[in-house]
């Protein structure tokens, strides 16, 4: 079999590589960080695995693909935390919680008094939500180390540097706009608090006409917060407006965020094409796999089986470019 080289190290890169070795290849794997890392958009995301909640702005397909992804990276080492994912809105802006209900599938409507029981330490905030019981969370720097450590198992180490041998999988992410010119970036903000104070156990997404906000709980009273998503092509520090919104919309959620530590603000851009959709791209020896958006990790794991099955046998990708004009 000749020589398969994959660029970049990131979420997509790394599940390419891992469904390579599972079909019996030994790719290289060059990324100049040497590891996962901050340099890679998929280190600060939230790791959310919520097919159907992403159906309220998501292409159907994104549903489809995104359903396998909890049994993936299950079946890849990660720990999952299999806990549903609750959709909360403040009374006065209940008409987002039907919108959000109207758009998508497979949740429960739930009342205060279910929301209580579901978490209680929001007991008589909320009147209403939507659950999505099947739904889970990872830890993404969790499971792309878990991921790096696997593949070095098997002796597929990852190269800081070198030179691309045989035929080349670009995974750049963002880097890649060198080569695809159509790709943009499109920029998340998010925080990671310390607060023992707080105690939820699953995804909360807080709906609002401005600032819709997710907190993703990271065990021993550690959570991180997303909130924004700007059309923007470069990589910023977060701005002081977006932390306040980002604090603000938490204490809606939990008024014990208020004495929460900040732990850390990331900012990063998402590659993203003109659809939000990914895209396998051919162009002579190289095949570029990008366009995550911010589905990286719902939706890396059916990309990489693609371009796997692409690689090995031939099989054309349902995203492959020339379907997608």
Known sequence: MTQITILGAGVMGLAIATELAARGLRPRLIDPAG???????????????????????????????????????????????????????????????DRFARMTETHQAVSGAEISTLE?????????????????????????????DRLAEQGIEIEAEGAPTGMVVDARGLSARDELTDLRGVRGEMLVLRCPEVNLTRTVRLLHPRIPLYVVPRGDGVYMIGATMLETGGKYRVTARSAVEMLSAAYALHPGFAEAEILELGSDARPAFPDNLPRLRRRGNTLFANGLYRH?????????????????TGEKPEFMDEDHP
């Open 35 to 97: 590891k996962p890392g901050s340099h890679a958009c998929s280190w600060r995301a939230g790791g959310m695995l919520a097919p159907y909640c992403e159906a309220e702005s998501a292409e159907p397909v994104v549903v489809r693909l995104g359903l396998d992804a909890i049994g993936w990276w299950q079946a890849n080492g990660a720990e999952v935390t299999h806990r549903g994912t609750l959709v909360l809105a403040p009374s006065r802006d209940k008409a987002e919680l």
């Open 296 to 312: 990286g990790y719902l939706l890396a794991p059916a990309v990489a089986r693609m371009a796997a099955e692409y690689i090995t």
């Open 120 to 148: 209680p330490e929001l007991d008589g905030r909320f009147q209403r939500g939507l659950f999505f019981g099947t739904e889970a969370h990872l830890n993404p720097r969790k499971a792309l180390v878990t991921l790096r």
